[in-house]
Every structure is written in structure tokens, then in C-alpha cells.
């Protein structure tokens, strides 16, 4: 039901968008995040967005380099990516959760996207 794609091969400094489609219910009242698992690490907090008032929340790494946003009616929610350093490549998944407790935890989301890969390149 969430769909995400954007991923790809891109050098120090790039820039990448991430969207994350949603299909088979209306996900405009559900509070949607990005998350994301380098080799033998954990997942990892990346960003949300909360459906009420669209509020945003960033890890601190990717803090001013990263922007979330999403399009209600075009069930989407996407990840602009810039600055890119060699530390954000892993797979990058999308979540959602009509009410997370806390938007930075992955169990607090009910739904997953299959990830999609980013690699950035010194």
C-alpha cells in the first residue's frame, strides 16, 4: 500500500527526492514518516510529517538538508534530499500511522513501503 521510489546513485553534495505513494486507503489522516537502515545498523529515524497542520520533525543529521512534505491529494509524501554526504546511504523506507505517540519511533507505525536504495559516492 505505500510504494516507495526516487532512490538512486548520487555523488557528495547531490541532491535526491524520495516519494512515497500510497494506494488502497486515503493516508491524508495518517501521520507519515521516512526512516532508514544502512548495513548492520538499525533502523533509524529520519522524518515525519503529521496529517494535522502538517507539522515536520528531522533527526538532528539531517537536519537543514532534508525536507519532507507530502500531497494529500495525490496520496504522496515525499523526501527532498540535499547535501548529500557518504552517512545517508541506506534503504530508505516510508511509514504511516494514523497516531503515533512519537513520530521518531518505527514500532509506532502500522504500515511500511519496501524501502528504496541510496547510495552517495565520495
Known amino acids: 500500500q505505500l510504494q516507495a521510489s526516487g532512490g538512486g546513485l548520487v555523488q557528495v553534495g547531490g541532491s535526491l527526492r524520495l516519494s512515497c505513494a500510497a494506494s488502497?486507503?486515503?493516508?491524508?489522516?495518517?501521520?507519515m514518516g521516512w526512516f532508514r537502515q544502512a548495513p548492520e545498523k538499525e533502523r533509524e529515524f529520519v522524518a515525519s510529517?503529521?496529517?494535522?497542520?502538517?507539522?515536520?520533525y528531522y533527526a538532528d543529521s539531517v537536519k537543514g538538508r532534508f525536507a519532507i512534505s507530502r500531497d494529500n491529494a495525490k496520496n504522496t509524501v515525499y523526501l527532498q534530499m540535499n547535501s548529500l554526504k557518504p552517512e545517508d546511504t541506506a534503504v530508505y523506507y516510508c511509514?504511516?500511522?494514523?497516531?503515533?505517540?512519537?513520530?521518531?519511533?518505527?514500532?509506532?507505525?502500522?504500515?511500511w513501503g519496501q524501502g528504496t536504495q541510496v547510495t552517495v559516492s565520495s
Open positions: 511509514a504511516a500511522d494514523p497516531s503515533p505517540i512519537d513520530h521518531r519511533l518505527a514500532f509506532e507505525y502500522d504500515y
Open positions: 510529517i503529521s496529517w494535522i497542520g502538517g507539522r515536520t
Open positions: 488502497g486507503r486515503t493516508f491524508s489522516s495518517y501521520a
